[in-house]
């Protein structure tokens, strides 16, 4: 006979993500009385579903602008909002594959003799995971051999994705914590917006989508990788993804490194018997009161960025003319990070005012693995001059193809979401300026986003968007996100960011409506009727 139902697993089967807010508006009335006791705000998700449209921003953009000497006047607005490290075109390598990206990590750890910094939503379980932690291993061990150890390891997860499951990221890496507690940093970090009522009810894997770190930045000594890619198999293998090298960048690694380590240290820490908990004098992001939290998280971070800044306004007023012209400083970065749930908004504002600026003389190549547009971004699309040519992942490609549960609808609800885009483009009468374009590959899903953005005058991209941000309502909302524009004058960087562009593009075919039509596209009703109240949250 089986056993009856608990209260818990029958709050568990019927959970979508769509009742979270439900169970915010329950717990928030349930407690105000002890919440205003303890003067704390308990169980407010900070991003609603509603979205707010603000007014668009004025354009800047140099009329006329032709060829690469303009682009410093035509994008270096972007330091008014955040740093910006000029480095040498050369010291940057575009890598293609996701075998490449995992040797490339791997062949750096080995060699690391200060610092590894390794920032992901989570570090998966298999046997290719395993290889990878036992790189560190051996670095850690060689790094011991001297009388004074100094190799760091600094791992930043997500709470929730790192400690699903009983084999989870915790368990592949307590045994370096174990073994190399001086040396050894895990930081878990837990969404402000996931406590109270909300905590209790709602199961694991669904907890997820209330908000998570999802930042993919991997640091070796003074080189970095950033990318969307997490550290798992799949991403070794057979997830297609972007990911650019930068090589012997100390500024932007010093960066990272720092942006990470603060994000760290308002988390929650890992320890060698598996317990966690804070850094001495912090907020606890779900017991300790919600404002509280976040303007202390909020001030930690952007100490990083303004301290950064303050740096280079000194360098600029000190620094002397490059002096080494054979390895001139052709290449801008400026990383942009986004951490609505603290407060911190850097990388919409720049995403917003360069979508405003694309004009007639640029086309923008658009790609997200999960074709999910903000408001925001869809207006400022639909209204531009500029052509946009963007890329997302047909159904078969779709990272929750195949799922079990309500998951394995995932793949429709994007669909029906691409579908309805195409239908305002065809209402507009912009089909000949967007064009949507759908990859596949064979034993292959798609994980990619970003873009690559053309002006007139040059024939390769001058501009790259990377890193961990969908364009969508999680990555500006709910999640912590980082990425860098890339704006360089560099050829031989063009011409490898135009291959990748290109060789992306070149495993898609273009939709039409006659796409939509075919079975395999069909959506189930009950799938478009629940897609306006869950698209928020995947």
């Known amino acids: 006979m089986a056993a009856p139902m608990t209260w818990k697993r029958l709050v568990f089967s019927v959970y ?20 205003r006791r303890r003067g704390s705000t308990v ?32 994008f270096h607005w ?64 060689r790094s011991q051999a001297k009388d004074a150890p100094d190799l760091k390891v600094d791992f930043l997860l997500d709470y929730t994705r790192g400690s699903r499951g009983k084999h989870n990221s915790r368990t592949m890496l307590l045994p370096l914590l174990q073994r190399f507690p001086e040396q050894m940093r895990v930081s878990l970090y ?32 003074n080189s970095l990788i950033i990318s969307g890619a997490n550290l798992s198999d799949s991403y070794f293998t057979n997830r297609q993804d972007r990911y650019v090298l930068l090589e012997d960048c100390e500024e932007v690694a010093d960066f990272f490194a720092d942006l990470v380590g603060a994000v760290g240290d308002v988390s929650l820490q890992l320890r060698p018997d ?35 800044r303050v740096r280079q306004n000194m360098s600029e007023c000190t620094d002397a003319p490059d002096s080494d012209v054979t390895v001139p400083n052709d290449t ?41 547009l903000t408001k925001t971004y869809m207006q400022l699309v639909l209204g531009a001059d500029a052509d946009y040519r963007i890329l997302m992942a047909s159904p078969e490609v779709n990272g929750f193809f195949g799922a079990k549960g309500v998951a394995g609808a995932i793949p429709e609800a994007y669909v029906h979401i691409a579908r309805q885009f195409y239908n305002k483009v065809c209402q507009l009468g912009q089909e000949r300026r967007i064009h949507l374009h759908e990859y596949y590959r064979d034993d292959w899903t798609f994980h990619a986003k970003g873009l690559w953005y053309y002006v007139r005058g040059i024939n390769r991209p001058c501009l790259t968007l990377i890193g961990s941000p969908n364009f969508g309502y999680r990555s500006v909302h709910r999640d912590l996100e980082a990425q860098i524009a890339i704006v360089t004058e560099n050829e031989e960087l063009q011409v490898q960011l135009q291959q990748e562009q290109e060789m992306l593009y ?19 009703l009950w799938v478009k009727l629940v897609t306006p109240f869950i698209k928020n949250f995947f």
């Open 274 to 308: 598996d317990s966690v908990d804070m850094m001495e004098g912090m907020v606890h992001p779900y017991k300790g009161n919600r404002a509280d939290f976040s303007t202390s998280a909020q001030r930690r971070i952007m100490e990083v960025v303004g301290a950064a």
């Open 78 to 141: 972007m330091a008014d909002h955040v740093p910006a490290f000029r480095v040498p075109g050369g010291h940057i390598r575009v890598l293609h594959s996701p075998d490449e990206f995992y040797q490339a990590m791997k062949a750096r750890i080995k060699t690391a003799k200060s610092r590894v910094v390794m920032a992901s939503l989570y570090l998966g379980t298999g046997p290719l995971e395993q290889d990878l932690v036992d790189c560190m291993e051996e670095a850690l061990e």
């Open 506 to 524: 070149k495993s898609s075919t273009e939709v039409s409506n006659s796409t939509f039509n075919q079975p395999d596209r069909y959506v189930k």
């Open 43 to 74: 169980l407010l998700l900070a991003p609603l579903l509603a979205e707010t449209d603000p007014s668009p921003l004025a354009s800047s953009r140099p009329p006329g602008f032709t060829g690469v000497d303009g682009l410093h006047t035509r």
């Open 190 to 221: 837990h969404t402000p917006d996931l406590r109270g009522l909300l905590r209790l009810l709602v199961p694991e894997r669904f907890n997820e989508t209330i908000g998570v770190q999802h930042i993919k930045a991997y640091l070796f000594d």
């Open 16 to 35: 979508t993500p769509a009742f979270s807010w439900v169970f915010t508006r329950i717990s928030d009335r349930f407690l105000r009385t002890h919440d």
């Open 332 to 372: 801008w970065i400026f990383p942009l990070v986004q951490m609505k749930p603290l407060g911190i908004h850097l990388d919409e504002q720049v995403t917003k005012r360069l979508l405003t600026e694309a004009g007639d003389d640029c086309v923008v190549y658009l790609t997200s693995g999960y074709f999910n």
